[in-house]
């Protein structure tokens, strides 16, 4: 009899707290890619295989949590922020924890290790789009205060500060690949071709990372105005 | 007449095993809906709620219980009427009590969720329109009394939404809202000390047997200064408790230290709260109850005038002290772990905005849902996009609650006021 309670029944889960969860775990398997470039260039893909497992085990947490969060928005909910925006927030994180499965992915696939030259610029590539992950992950957890000053005001500037930073990072990592490309098209000649190519595919992936990193950003914004 | 002589003891007791019986039920469910706010935001512990609810309830049902007592007792049926045959006046307020009990029993072991209120007035109305006639209905005052059933949730939300907006812009959106809050928060904890004592002022020292007079003309004028001074005082003692709260910064969790300095105030509200249930939700039992001891007092004469015994409300009281020791603290309990998103700032003012809403119906005399009211309350601060979920089918079951609970308790009351007939004068 209890269970009906209307008072206690009015309350529904917030969805915003497993919005968080979903991208803490999108996040985590995007960190682990500094170490496997790390063990790629080490060519030790032992260790390298272990990463991947990881990755490959966050990006299926963060599925189930993806699941979890649209289960729980069922259209009757009376929700802060329109639900879609929601909903679409959700799957563009999780595309956060896809792309950095397809990177993982290509480069344990290929036993792929990029010339010795590029590998500084790699590793500093990959570290940039990692933080543009760790920043979009620091957006979404001012979700709860936003919710706290019921999305307005000081709470959403401080956001699109967050959200500046973000950007920033994301045009770093643009600047990043376009210089790495450079430096591969001189090598180009000197590799066999089939590498060539799949190398050009594992910077695009990377790059992707980092865009969808920046996608959240944008979603949070579109959800932040008014 | 020969009826009420020859039963009268017998009219009583059974009278006060019902009214009691009802207000047994009332502790033992509604007051959940009125303190689980307060325990799902965790600005109180169980046992804190119940000894709130256990006092408060009670002040609340002895000091501005009255209006609505007599609302139940003789604003629905003119017992003019009955005067030639007052035991159909006992009969009918007996089942009206015996329905809404059996009513709100059958609703809550099959988890419907009805409201007390709505359980009486329909039992109270159909008994009248069947058993005597349809002239013996106020329709009038009925029908005031059903627009209220849209106007107190309405009016409560809105009083929500403005004092959530209120506590947006002067203490949460600020550069320091720690600093703020203790500021402000005396100033709502002002508002409820004013209110309660308006309240008291007005409809409750009358049954107490004090008149205060400050020669200020009105009795509504001579209670403005002396609530604002125990506002005041309530601000003052709030102030202090307020004093002891420092800040803990934390950048998780950034608003934690204000929310722990609105958990006081949800202290307070809390216990509006559960005044204003009581000065409400009590009638509900003690009405009919008030009713038909009158009716057997004056030894079969309806006297509409007659002064309540003080006794009755004190039933109601202890009826409804009774129900939450006995049954409501686990109802609380399960609320309250239902509600975890509701952080105090939020619930003190949904509370607020309720028991204002509440109080003032119970003044003016109107039986409203206090439950339906705070509904309205939590979505008003919903409005003001404050709460990170809200469950909009509950809507859906309060208009069905609406839609079944005053034909059923009008049908079961028809049958009991028969089979009491049956029994008593065949």
Redesign the interface.
């Known amino acids: 009899m209890v269970s009906r309670n209307t008072i206690g029944s009015l309350f529904g889960r917030s969805p915003i707290g497993p919005i968080q969860e979903h991208m803490q775990m999108a996040n985590e398997a995007a960190q682990h890619l500094p170490e496997l470039i790390q063990a790629s260039a080490d060519d030790d893909w032992k260790r390298a295989g272990e990463i991947v497992k990881a990755i490959g085990e966050a990006e299926a947490d963060a599925d189930k949590l993806k699941r979890n969060v649209r289960r729980n928005l069922p259209k009757s909910l009376f929700l802060p922020v329109p639900r879609t925006d929601l909903l679409a927030l959700v799957s563009i994180q999780d595309q956060v924890a896809n792309a950095a499965k397809d990177v993982a992915g290509i480069i344990i696939g290929r036993h792929m290790r990029f010339p010795e030259k590029l590998q500084p610029g790699l590793l500093e590539l990959t570290e940039t789009c990692v933080a543009a992950c760790q920043k979009a992950l620091t957006a979404i957890q001012e979700l709860d205060e936003l919710l706290e000053v019921g999305f307005t005001g000081r709470e959403v500037k401080r956001v699109e500060g967050m959200l500046k930073e973000l950007d920033k990072l994301e045009r770093r990592t643009d600047k990043q690949a376009f210089a790495l490309r450079a430096k591969l098209f001189k090598l180009e000649s000197e590799l066999p071709p089939v590498d060539v190519m799949f190398f050009y595919r594992a910077l695009t992936l990377l790059g992707g990372l980092a865009d969808n990193a920046e996608k959240v950003g944008d979603r949070l914004q579109i959800l932040l105005a008014k | 007449m020969e009826i009420i002589a020859e039963y009268g003891h017998v009219f009583l007791i059974m009278a006060c095993v019902f009214g009691f019986f009802m207000a047994w039920g009332i502790g033992a469910n509604d007051v959940?809906?009125a303190m689980?706010?307060s325990v799902?935001s965790r600005a109180l512990t169980i046992k804190q709620a119940i000894l709130i609810a256990m006092v408060f309830e009670f002040l609340g049902a002895y000091l501005a219980g009255g209006e609505v007592t007599s609302t139940i007792r003789k604003g629905i049926i003119d017992p003019e009427i009955m005067a030639d045959d007052p035991q159909l006046m006992v009969y009918g307020m007996m089942s009206a009590l015996l329905a809404a009990g059996t009513w709100l029993l059958i609703a809550?072991?099959?988890?419907?969720?009805v409201s007390t209120t709505h359980s009486i007035v329909g039992s109270i109305v159909g008994f009248a329109a069947v058993g005597i006639s349809m002239d013996a209905i106020y329709w009038g005052k009925v029908g005031g009394i059903v627009a209220s059933w849209v106007v107190s949730p309405v009016l409560a939300g809105s009083i929500s939404f403005g004092l959530?907006m209120s506590v947006?812009k002067f203490i949460?959106?600020?550069?320091d809202p720690f600093g703020r809050a203790k500021r402000y928060i005396p100033v709502y904890m002002w508002m409820v000390g004013f209110m309660i004592s308006m309240v008291t002022l007005l409809k409750g020292l009358k049954h107490v047997g004090l008149n205060i007079d400050m020669g200020l003309g009105s009795n509504f004028a001579n209670a403005i200064p002396v609530s604002a001074g125990i506002g005041l005082l309530v601000a003052g003692f709030g102030a202090l408790l307020l004093r002891g709260i420092k800040e803990e910064f934390d950048e998780?969790d950034?608003?934690g230290s204000v929310e722990r300095v609105f958990a006081v105030l949800m202290v307070f509200t809390a216990c509006s709260m559960a005044f204003a249930h009581g000065s409400n939700d009590v009638a509900n039992a003690v009405g009919p109850l008030a009713a038909i001891v009158s009716t057997v007092q004056s030894g079969g004469e309806i006297a509409a005038k007659s002064v309540m015994p003080w006794w009755i409300l004190l039933i109601g009281g202890v009826g409804i002290v009774v129900g939450l020791a006995t049954y409501g603290w686990?109802?609380i309990t399960?609320?309250g772990r239902?509600?975890?998103?509701?952080?105090p700032?939020r619930g003190f003012a949904a509370e607020l905005g309720a028991a204002a809403t509440v109080v003032i119906a119970s003044a003016t005399g109107l039986p409203i849902s206090t439950?339906?009211t705070?509904?309205g309350a939590?979505?008003g601060v919903?409005f003001?996009?404050?709460?990170?979920?809200?469950?909009?089918?509950?809507i859906g079951?309060?208009f069905m609650s609406w839609l079944i609970t005053l034909p059923a308790g009008a049908g079961l009351a028809i049958i009991f006021f028969f089979l009491f007939k049956g029994i008593f004068s065949p």
Do not use: Q, Y
């Not at chain 2, 809550?108 to 969720?113: V, Y």
């Not at chain 2, 949460?172 to 550069?175: A, F, G, I, R, S």
């Open positions: 959940a809906n689980g706010t799902g809550s072991l099959k988890g419907w969720p959530f947006k949460l959106d600020t550069d998780m950034r608003f686990r109802v399960t609320v239902k509600i975890t998103e509701l952080t700032s439950t339906h705070l509904v939590v979505l919903g003001a996009r404050g709460i990170g979920a809200l469950n909009l089918r509950v079951n309060i």
